[in-house]
């Protein structure tokens, strides 16, 4: 008879499930834990930057999930797709019915590219790409390679939260570094067209990336959110904020990169873990314990919960030990109380590609005050840490973080 209740079932096998589920097992070899993951594939998706400039190989940035495994969980192959808390129990889209004593849920952020009218139909075609999906990933450097410098190049960040909030960017500088390079790089040729308000929340590095932009002559639109791609036309429609106004705004293209708005999986948003009446539907955590408030049997961790850290790998990396240690002083207690538990101060980090062999480690807090790794200053572009993205990076992630070590 297969398994159906767990001690300790896992909602998510990607970067935050993998790694919290090998640090457990690690941990706790005897744990009854199972992971429910569709996806016979895992993906570095860091990389897909990299990809989009050229500058790494796609198929170095996929595995297959069942090499990542941790040895001792039950792979259940299947959609989370309804959550009920209060009955300790997860139903999958097959109608097969999992309990739990703890559940960590870790699906990731899901791209909402039906926000954007036409993406669905363009995206991948005319000169219309991005870096957000393994598919069209390299179709991006192909755009890069192939801009004649007659048209613009757009690139945009949605009004939401988005994982790596600096990826917009960083590709936006690949690109212009590529333009520059080739000699075709002029005023008004380069734009970016943002649907937040700043370049970027940490004073230190937004200072920097703002001289990058002077470098590159790109023209910063805020408060400009991207909602329709015209494919046919190359045209992009904004809807641009000021004041209590919103005005439509069209804008000619030879190339644009759209990044797209995003979200909690719909599956999170309509249960009882969301927060309450949150359009965008996050898991509600406390940011400190990332512990569910209302169900504490429930923990969340990564690109789905509500915190308000930079949705990065990287912060996993600091989440992983935090939840792995008020996680099994519950189980070993046989409690939801916990005393003195671990806290998570909001760590994220950003490594700010910003031309080919430059980048900034951008790396703060709750706060926004920089938390720096290296005993150098971090505000500066420097060639060894666009090695440490491009070289070291991977193979830390593929050979140490998704077994569960590194964390911390
Ligand atoms: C272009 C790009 C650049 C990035 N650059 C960086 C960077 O430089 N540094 C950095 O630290 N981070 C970066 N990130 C962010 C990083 O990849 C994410 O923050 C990280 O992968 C989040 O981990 P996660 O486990 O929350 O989600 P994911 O790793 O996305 O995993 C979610 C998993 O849940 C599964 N799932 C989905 N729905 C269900 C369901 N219904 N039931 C069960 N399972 C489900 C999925 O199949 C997937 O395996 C980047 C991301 C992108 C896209």
Redesign the pocket.
């Known amino acids: 008879m297969p398994r159906t209740h767990y001690q300790v079932l896992v909602?998510?096998?990607?970067?935050?499930?993998l790694s919290v589920a090998a640090h457990l097992l690690r941990r706790k070899p005897s744990l009854v834990l199972g992971i429910?993951?569709?996806?016979d594939k895992?993906y570095y998706?860091?990389a897909?930057?990299l990809v989009g400039g050229g500058a790494y190989d796609i198929n170095k940035t996929v595995q297959p999930e069942a090499k990542y495994m941790p040895k001792g969980a039950d792979w259940i192959k299947d959609?989370?797709?309804e959550i009920l808390p209060d009955q300790n129990t997860v139903v999958t889209r097959s109608g097969d019915r999992y309990t739990y004593d703890y559940l960590v849920v870790?699906?990731?952020?899901q791209l909402d590219w039906h926000k954007i009218k036409g993406a669905d139909r363009w995206l991948g075609t005319n000169g219309i790409t991005s870096?957000?999906t393994f598919k069209t990933a390299p179709y991006t450097h192909q755009c890069i390679t192939s801009f004649t410098g007659k048209g613009k190049a757009l690139f945009t960040a949605p009004n939401t939260p988005i994982?790596?909030g600096?990826?917009p960017q960083k590709i936006m500088y690949l690109a212009s570094d590529n333009f520059r390079r080739r000699g075709i790089l002029r005023p008004d040729m380069v734009h970016f067209y943002s649907g937040g308000s700043i370049i970027f929340s940490v004073q230190k590095y937004a200072e920097t990336l703002l001289k990058v932009c002077n470098r590159y002559q790109i023209g910063l639109h805020f408060l400009h959110n991207c909602v329709e791609v015209d494919g046919d036309n190359k045209v992009a429609y904004f809807e641009a904020k000021q004041g209590d106004t919103v005005e439509r705004v069209a804008v000619e293209f030879e190339m644009i990169h759209l990044t797209p708005p995003q979200s909690a999986?719909d599956?999170i948003k309509r249960s009882p873990l969301a927060v309450p009446n949150d359009p965008l539907g996050w898991m509600e955590v406390d940011k400190h314990t990332l512990q569910h408030p209302r169900y504490p049997n429930v923990f969340g961790?990564?690109?789905?919960t509500n915190t308000p850290n930079a949705?990065?790998?990287?912060?996993?990396r600091k989440q992983n030990p935090v939840l792995v240690e008020n996680l099994l002083y519950c189980i070993e207690h046989k409690t939801t109380t916990i005393p003195q538990p671990k806290t998570y101060n909001g760590y994220g980090?950003?490594?700010l590609i910003t031309g080919y062999g430059k980048l900034m480690l951008a790396e703060f807090d709750y706060n926004n005050q920089p938390q720096e790794t290296f005993p150098f200053d971090q505000g500066k572009e420097r060639f060894s840490m666009w090695l440490l993205?491009k070289e070291v990076l991977p193979r830390l992630y593929w050979h140490a973080i998704l077994h569960g070590r590194m964390q911390g």
């Not at 429910?36 to 996806?39: D, K, M, N, Q, V």
């Not at 961790?301 to 789905?304: C, F, K, L, S």
């Not at 949705?311 to 996993?316: E, H, L, P, V």
């Open positions: 909602i998510g096998g990607g970067n935050a499930g429910i993951e569709p996806s895992h998706q860091p897909w930057t959609y989370a797709e870790c699906p990731g952020i870096v957000y994982k790596c600096g990826a999986p599956f961790i990564g690109d789905v949705k990065t790998g990287a912060a996993i980090s950003c490594p993205k």
